[in-house]
């Protein structure tokens, strides 16, 4: 049996990065940048106000106090998104509006509350301002931004590799990018297997229960920013299983669930095996030891001939999340272009005693809480692997390594946060 480590490594091995490709704006979200994006504009694209105020001359402002105010003449208004014709000479000043370009002549702008601008408001609400009192000397470039300070024309605004997130959009937005050359979502085919399965969406027979690690695990390849292909549900017998994958041909990843363990009719290792290639079956974890990887036979979309990866995921519901994330997830973000595949991890006190008599690495589900600046982990109850309700609880995992027989209250932990926020359902 492997470790959790050796199979990770022998998984990402066989991984690929996917190709590219070209998609809207909004739509790259949390994918990775194929190219570099320069810039073919300054931004701003002019120099323009960080302040509602006034663009003086700053040498006009030269010995002005509250006690000795310096008066120029208002000659215009300038609002964002216009220009002013007119130039600032000597003697005189533009209101101008935060992010409003700066008129010729002006090296700075004062604020308003270091004018009498509040004052001639009071006196005369409903006439244009012909003449400010300046309170406070200013210098040159004082509440500027200067064009191209953000970006300048022709520079890379963001590398090749970036994950894009909200601010990224915002940035690509800036330059007037409307799409944007990205690495491509992978296409996740989903795949359960069993006699006693039975779809959401239909009555539930005595002895059948419903195809809920289908949705899970659909939702976690959503979660993660792929594309999930469900295929429903293989009967156990090897013409329903054969046909079923035969649907996943055009995925980047095929996801079995269930069919992997010791069972008489778990028989999709064995059809990897005979079909495509196995790698490896069994790892030294809890829960999650009876999973299968390797590569089945697929085509891309051009019609050549290919193998695809295959995880064969354990049918207990949370054998099978955690699975996902320890194993699938790394993948997934390896063929998304991303290099960071760690999980936030916490060191947290242990609230309960956990015993360890498998003689494996043991992820328990737990809840994980900041109090005084301290991490606490409690479990979510009975840690049993078809527990579902256990996982929903649950804000991290509990990390108790295979060589230890017994962590005890107080001691500390290694924690895997589930969900940094830290929300839980309690």
């Not at 704006?25 to 701003?44: C, T």
């Not at 010729?104 to 009498?116: H, K, L, P």
């Not at 804000?395 to 027989?405: A, S």
């Amino acid at each position: 049996m492997l470790s959790v480590e050796e199979a990770l490594e022998k998984i990402l091995h066989e991984i690929d990065i996917l190709d590219e490709e070209s998609v809207p704006l909004l739509d790259s979200l949390g994918q990775v940048l194929a190219e570099d994006v320069k810039s073919n504009i300054d931004v701003p694209p002019l120099d323009n106000s960080a302040m509602d105020g006034y663009a003086v001359r700053s040498q006009d402002t030269t010995g002005a106090s509250r006690e000795s105010p310096r008066f120029l003449r208002v000659i215009d208004t300038v609002m964002a998104g216009s220009i002013s014709d007119y130039e600032v000479v000597p003697g005189t000043a533009v209101r101008i509006m935060t992010g409003a370009p700066v008129p010729r002549g002006a090296d700075s702008v004062i604020q308003f509350e270091s004018t009498d601008e509040d004052k001639r408001k009071k006196s005369a609400a409903d006439k244009p301002a012909t003449e400010v009192g300046i309170l406070s000397e200013t210098r040159p470039g004082l509440n500027i931004r200067k064009a191209g300070e953000n970006i300048a024309r022709g520079a890379v605004a963001l590398k090749k590799g970036t994950v894009i997130r909200s601010a990224e959009i915002g940035l690509l937005a800036s330059l007037g990018y409307s799409r944007v050359k990205v690495i491509r979502r992978p296409v996740v085919a989903i795949l359960a297997t069993g006699d006693e399965l039975v779809d959401i969406d239909k009555p539930l027979p005595d002895g059948k229960i419903y195809n809920s690690n289908t949705y899970s695990i659909a939702s976690l390849v959503r979660h993660y920013g792929c594309i999930p292909k469900i295929l429903g549900i293989a009967l156990d017998n090897e013409e329903s299983l054969v046909n079923k994958l035969k649907q996943a041909q055009d995925a980047d990843m095929l996801l079995t669930i269930g069919g992997v363990s010791m069972g008489d009719y778990d028989m999709v290792k064995d059809i990897l095996a005979r079909d495509g290639q196995m790698v490896f079956w069994k790892v030294r974890v809890k829960p999650g030891k009876p999973l299968a990887f390797g590569k089945i036979k697929g085509r891309s979309q051009d019609g050549q001939s290919r193998m695809i990866p295959h995880l064969g995921l354990p049918g207990n519901s949370v054998s099978c999340m955690v699975s996902f994330e320890l194993f699938v997830r790394p993948a997934l973000l390896k063929m998304m272009g991303k290099k960071n595949f760690a999980k936030p991890m916490v060191e947290a006190i242990m609230e309960d005693n956990v015993k360890n008599d498998a003689g494996r690495r043991i992820y328990d589900r737990a809840i994980i809480e900041r109090r005084n600046g301290r991490y606490y982990a409690r479990l979510t109850g009975p840690q049993g692997s078809g527990i579902l309700s256990s996982m929903s609880l649950a804000n991290g995992l509990v990390l108790i390594p295979e060589e230890r027989k017994m962590v005890n209250k107080g001691e500390l932990v290694q924690a895997i946060m589930l969900d940094w926020n830290e929300e839980v359902n309690i």
